[in-house]
């Protein structure tokens, strides 16, 4: 299992969120490339990256931010946030960031998700957000009635490399990941699964890790991290 370490952009500064409110941002770190090379050096294998403002505003907005953490680590970087057409997905994989993740656009134009899919192979990262059970777009402003399961059986055949799936009501709150529908979306498909929300404790690892869902590719931890809540060492020699 991978541990995703995040960094959420938000006016160019790193922030994570409560529940998905801008409103309620608390900034952790005003060096975006500063915090890639902490987690680089704490021994982390992959970063994960999203455009907050790019969420709303459906287009990059912290593209400066984003290019200075690809300049400063060597580490493999997921990118979501206000990606939502083929110019966006080619022009930061040519940037280097290894895998793009589309929220909104899975929902609004799938067929342009599975023609990037196609187009390059392993990596593109569906993000399934949900609230309240049911998948959330335009940056978790607006709820559909289609439900994570639903969202990631259009893409079993298009070739994504993972399902993001996000439990918005514990995101950032630090109450436990949502376990349950994790493991229940991971064995509903084929394609791999990335937890993510809530986690607040090296026990929410230890939970997924005690499902036995092999398709849980890893968990991506917030959060809990600027915290200090969780230690590195051990949560990366539980996932080795």
């Not at 995703?4 to 500064?13: E, H, S, T």
């Not at 957000?129 to 439900?147: M, N, P």
């Not at 399961?149 to 436990?176: N, Q, S, Y």
């Amino acid at each position: 299992m991978i541990i995703f370490p995040a960094i959420d952009l938000k006016d160019g500064v790193c922030v994570r969120l409560k529940k998905g409110v801008m409103e309620d941002a608390t900034v952790f770190n005003t060096d975006p490339a500063a915090q890639a090379r902490a987690f680089a050096a704490q021994g982390f294998r992959w970063l994960h990256c999203v455009d907050l403002n790019g969420a709303f505003a459906g287009r990059s907005a912290n593209a400066e931010a984003i290019r200075t953490i690809r300049a400063a680590i060597a580490l493999p970087i997921q990118l979501g946030g206000g990606i939502r057409d083929m110019a966006a997905v080619e022009s930061w994989l040519a940037a280097g960031i290894t895998r793009v993740i589309l929220g909104t656009a899975a929902l609004t134009d799938p067929q342009f998700v599975k023609d990037a899919a196609r187009a390059f192979p392993g990596k593109i990262v569906v993000g399934a957000d949900a609230k309240g059970g049911r998948i959330a777009t335009q940056g978790w402003a607006e709820v559909s009635e289609l439900t994570p399961v639903e969202l990631g059986k259009r893409f079993e055949d298009a070739g994504v490399a993972a399902i993001l799936f996000t439990d918005i009501d514990g995101d950032g709150l630090l109450k436990g990941v949502n376990v349950a529908a994790t493991a229940a979306l991971a064995r509903a498909l084929t394609i791999p699964v990335i937890a993510s929300g809530g986690v607040g404790s090296i026990a929410d690892i230890d939970n997924l890790i005690a499902t036995n869902a092999a398709n849980i590719e890893g968990v991506v931890v917030g959060r809990a991290l600027y915290d200090g809540r969780i230690d590195v060492a051990e949560a990366l020699k539980k996932t080795a």
